[in-house]
């Protein structure tokens, strides 16, 4: 079974940076979209990012794009998720999601799995 474990969250003021990680297990995941969603409170969850597992393929929502990057450490099993330039409008729970179908990539369907979510504040 796959399991996906977010850490990394916390308090960051505004303009501040912070790099989450999700380590992945239970899995082959040489084929997986691995991808990040977040989800504040009384809004939807949105996508932010996903990655190819060979790290090939990347793609980021409007509002991150030149501020996050997604990246993988495919030996650690870990996707990470480097956040710069945060905004109070970023602050959310962050999820990591992972699923095998390429299509995925495009963020705007469910994933099959998800992790448990990390918690990311920012302060104006």
């Known amino acids: 079974q796959v399991q996906l474990v977010e850490s990394g969250g916390g308090l960051v003021q505004a303009g501040g940076s912070l790099r989450l990680s999700c380590q992945a297990s239970?899995?082959?995941?040489?084929?997986?979209?691995m991808g990040w969603f977040r989800q504040a409170p009384g809004k939807d969850r949105a996508f932010v990012a996903a990655?190819?597992?060979?790290?090939?393929?990347?793609n980021y929502a409007d509002t991150v794009k030149g501020r996050f990057t997604i990246s993988r450490d495919s030996a650690k099993n870990t996707v990470y998720l480097q956040m710069t330039s945060l905004k109070p409008e970023d602050a959310a729970v962050y999820y990591c999601?992972?699923?095998?179908?390429?299509?995925?990539?495009?963020?705007?369907?469910?994933?099959?799995?998800g992790g448990q979510g990390t918690q990311v504040t920012v302060s104006s």
């Open positions: 999601a992972a699923d095998p179908r390429f299509s995925r990539i495009g963020g705007r369907s469910e994933y099959m799995y």
């Open positions: 239970g899995g082959t995941f040489g084929t997986y979209i």
């Open positions: 990655i190819t597992w060979n790290g090939g393929t990347t």
